[in-house]
Every structure is written in structure tokens, then in C-alpha cells.
């Protein structure tokens, strides 16, 4: 009997960005008794269902762009006998799908770090729930990913996630649905370790997959001192704090390291938040701009974000502390007109970010947009979807010209960079834009074939020498080790020792 973690994806690279994590630290959460899992990413390659016998278990994650692909997955496995469980934000928001579209014998919603191990119990003893509430687990309870289990050859970027959970409630996004709006913190120092083992097996590109990096701004201080609530004000304080200990520990690892994450534009506020970032060596944050004017933020329930001039200002102060921005904006948006690409364009350009991504408005379900849009059925009430896609299409082309993308090159530091940085910005380009929004079938296969080479020229300029003597950090209190914390009893994986300091030979 095997167990079999799939990551479903219609799109097989060969050799993909950034690790899914889920996969590892699932694996993290499998009982031994079981073995270790057996890891597919199919956004390397397919899955063979052969590999799939009569009474494996068949663990399949799902967002929503992939839960189609994840489906068919399942019936394929349930179909050869196999014990199929869902999980993944989607699963979350909808179970009962799953278990009918996908043909599922149970659900695991929220965090599987433990209903996991619950669930693969269950299926040995041939008495599965239907659903299984993983809820949302504290902090300290987040696994560790199993490393080991990785082909370090096939990722470019590793991920590592130290905090989840944002305290917002933007009208497009889920992440205050599932991961709900405290934010949960992992302890430093397995993060620090995880990091460690990831650059011993030569990764030096590490991307923190959070999803809020500054959970705790200037107003939110403010508010809690203003209203004397001093229980408040000294939670948000211990979690800033907290977050300031990571940065100075990530700050003594070597330092190559390049890590990159996602905040909100409020950091701008903090020059001592961003410092603490480039000392740590986390040289670049994806930040939700979504609109470049009032009404638009108005109309994604981010009106504390900052427009038109601020807007430019706040971005700059980022590069001015020295962290790049990668700025995500939205088109689509009801408030939205023709001249709203140009004018988007050109703040993205004068607000210098580093990257820049540019999403077509999609209700993803479980967001309060989907269930404006469910009820209305309501399209743009000025351009057809049509128009948009071609005008979206348009400011990617304007964005990441070769011209514009040299002059932005300058920012590295010398040649080699300066080329990968060239080549991760096409790469970029035609993966999210070229795959994602084209959608006639020959520009898709050309797009594909572009973005497999160039993801394999990119993975060569990525890769670090490994440092496989790496010293970690030895911690005063005493951490469980990795792959360790997941059950009583203490079983250490292999491959996955726990810390010592190494001789220097
Ligand atoms: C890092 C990240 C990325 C990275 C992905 C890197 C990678 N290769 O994994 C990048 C930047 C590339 C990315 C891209 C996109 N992302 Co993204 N991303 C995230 C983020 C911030 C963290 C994901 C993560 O790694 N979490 C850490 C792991 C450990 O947590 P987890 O996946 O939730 O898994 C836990 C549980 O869900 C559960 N679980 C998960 N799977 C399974 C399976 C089983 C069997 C079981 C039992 C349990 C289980 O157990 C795990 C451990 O507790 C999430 C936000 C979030 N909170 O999920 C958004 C998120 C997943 N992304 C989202 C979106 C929309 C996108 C994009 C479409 C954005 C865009 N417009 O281009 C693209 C799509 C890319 C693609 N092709 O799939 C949405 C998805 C919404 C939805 N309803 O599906 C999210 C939720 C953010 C949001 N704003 O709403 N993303
Ligand atoms: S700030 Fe980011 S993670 Fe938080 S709710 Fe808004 S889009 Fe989601």
C-alpha cells in the first residue's frame, strides 16, 4: 500500500519555479507507519496512473484554477481502487464538490498538518469520514516541509512559510476566508532551520510563501493605544517583535540567500521594517496594488491603500530601503476605463517596481466578489471581457519590452545577474500572461514550448553550489527536530536529522 500526494496542474514545465509546498509538508504530516509518500508534481510532468494500485491512498490538493485537472485525478485513482482524499483552498470553500465532481471518498478542510495523518489512519482502518475540520492550527503547530523528499534539479525557488493568516478583507481574494484574519506565526527558529537544510541541498532562492509579511501596521498600534486596549496592543507588539527576531536570524545565514514575499503597500510606513528586510536578505515583496485610483481601491475594499501621487511615493520608498517591489494590479474592476491601462502602465513604470503582474479580475469562489457576481451575473458595465483581455494583454507587451526590462536590469549588481534577471523577467511575462490569459490553443503550445526552455536556462542561472556542512543555529529551547513534530512517539525521517553543530572538517 502506498500513499501518493498529487499536485494537479494542466500545465507540465519539466522544471517549475517554486516548490508547492503543500506537497512537502504533507509529507511532513503522513504517519510513518505508512512509509514515505509518494510525491507527484505534475507541474513537472503527469502523473502515470499506473503508478496507482487497488488500496493506495491518494491525497490530491486544489485551488481553484486547478481543481478541474485535480478532479479528473481522483476519478482516475478512485476508478483503480484507490482511496481518494481532497484538500486545498478550494476543497475548503467546497467539500460537497469534491466529493461529487471529484468522485472523493473524504475531505480534509483548513490546515492538514494534522487531520491529515488523521484521515490516512482512518483509510487503514477502512472507516473514513466524509470530512475532516483541519481548522486553522496555532502557529507552533505548523510541520516543517520534508526537504528530502525533493529533487532539488527540478525547482528553481524553494518555499517556506512563516506566517498565515491576514488581519484585511479584500473583496477578491480568500485567504481572510480560509486562513482566516489572525495571523498565526510560525516559530523562528524551524523556519531558520528548514532554510538551512534548503541551502545545504543549494538553494539560495527562497520564496515566503505568507500571506500578509507586515500583519501588524502603524494604525493597527495606534487604534489599540487610542482605545487603552492593552491586551491588543501587546499581541500586536509580541507579533511585530517576533517578526523582527526572524529577520535578524534570516540576517546571519549566509549571505547569498535571496528571499522574496507578499505585503501590503502599508510597510512603506516603516523604513525600520524595511532595513531589518534587506539586512535579512528578503530583496523583494509582491504588493497588492490592485488599482491606481480611489474609486478602483474602493471597489476591492482597499481603500488604505495609497493612489496616484502617494501611491508613486510609497512604492519608492521600498526600493529606497532596498527591497524590490513585484506590483500586482487588477484589471476589470467595474470603475475601470480604456484610459485606466495607459494611466496603470505608467504609475507601474514612474513607481519603479522591479516586476510587475497585471490579472484580469477574477471572482475566484469564496470571495466576496464571486458572491456580488453570482447574484448580479453582471459584466463590465463599459467594455466587453474581450476588450479587456486585449487591453491587459497590451500592458504586459508595454511592461516588459526588452528596452524596458534593461533599463530595470540595473538594479543588479553585476552581468550574470543582470542576464538572469532578463531572463526571469520573460519568463514571468510568458508564463503568467502567456499561458494564463492567451487563451487560442497555437499561442498557448508556443508560449509552452518558450517558456520550457527558458524555465531550463533559468533553473541553471539559479542554482548555488550546495553547502551540504552548513552549521544551523543551535537553539536555546530545544525545537523538535524536522519531520519530528508530527506525532507522539518521535520519528525522524530520513534525511532529516536534527541540528548539530558540524566539525569544521
Ligand atoms: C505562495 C503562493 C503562490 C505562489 C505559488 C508557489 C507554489 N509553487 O506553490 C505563486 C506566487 C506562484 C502563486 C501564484 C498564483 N496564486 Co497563489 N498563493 C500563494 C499563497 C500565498 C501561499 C500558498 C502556500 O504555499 N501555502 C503554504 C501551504 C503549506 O499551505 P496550503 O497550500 O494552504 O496547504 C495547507 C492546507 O490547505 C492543507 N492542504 C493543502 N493541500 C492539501 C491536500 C490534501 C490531500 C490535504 C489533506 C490537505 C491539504 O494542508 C496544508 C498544510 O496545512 C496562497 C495563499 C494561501 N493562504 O494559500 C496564494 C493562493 C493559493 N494563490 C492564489 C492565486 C489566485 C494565485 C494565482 C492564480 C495568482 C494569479 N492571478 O496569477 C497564481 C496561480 C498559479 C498557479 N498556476 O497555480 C489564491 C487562490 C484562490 C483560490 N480560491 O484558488 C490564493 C489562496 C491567494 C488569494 N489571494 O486568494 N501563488
Ligand atoms: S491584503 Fe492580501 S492577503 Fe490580505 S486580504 Fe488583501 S489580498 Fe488577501
Known sequence: MSVHLVNPSDNSFGTAVITPRWLFVLAAATPPEVGDPILVDESLEQINPESIQAGDIVGISV???????????GRMARARGAWVVYGG?????????????GEGHAVV???????????????LAGKLDKVYEGGRIEGSQFLAARWDLMDPAKYMWA??????GCPKHCSFCSVWRTDG???????????????????RLGFRFIALADDNFYPVTFTDLRLAREQGNTAKLEELTSIRN?????????????KDMVFFTQMTMEAGEDGSYLDAMRKANIKGALVGVEAVTPEGLKAVFKDWNYSGEALAKQLQTFKKHGVHVLGSFIFGLPTDKPATFDATVAMAMKAGVTFAQFVMMTPFPGTVDFNRWEKEQSTHPTMSSDEIRERTQKVWDTF??????WKRSACTPNLKSRVAFMFLSKLYRQMYAGTGISTDS?????SKAWAKWTAKQCKKLFQAHPMPDLAGPVWEVGIPALGQQAFAGGDIHAGAAPFVVLPKN
Not at 517576533?242 to 549566509?254: H, I, W
Request: aromatic residues 6%; glycine residues 6%.
Open 63 to 73: 485551488h481553484t484554477g486547478n481543481a478541474l485537472r485535480g478532479y479528473q485525478v
Open 89 to 101: 483552498i478550494h476543497a475548503t470553500l467546497f467539500p460537497e464538490e469534491a466529493l461529487e465532481r
Open 109 to 123: 478542510k483548513g490546515d492538514g498538518d494534522i487531520a491529515w495523518g488523521r484521515a490516512v489512519r482512518d483509510c
Open 159 to 164: 518555499s517556506v512559510q512563516t506566517i498565515r
Open 181 to 199: 484574519q489572525k495571523p498565526r506565526q510560525r516559530k523562528f527558529q524551524s523556519v531558520i532551520d528548514e532554510i538551512v537544510t534548503l541551502r
Open 242 to 254: 517576533e517578526r523582527l527576531q526572524l529577520m535578524d536570524e534570516l540576517a546571519k545565514l549566509p
Open 400 to 405: 516588459y519590452t526588452w528596452g524596458a526590462i
Open 442 to 446: 497555437a499561442r498557448r503550445k508556443k
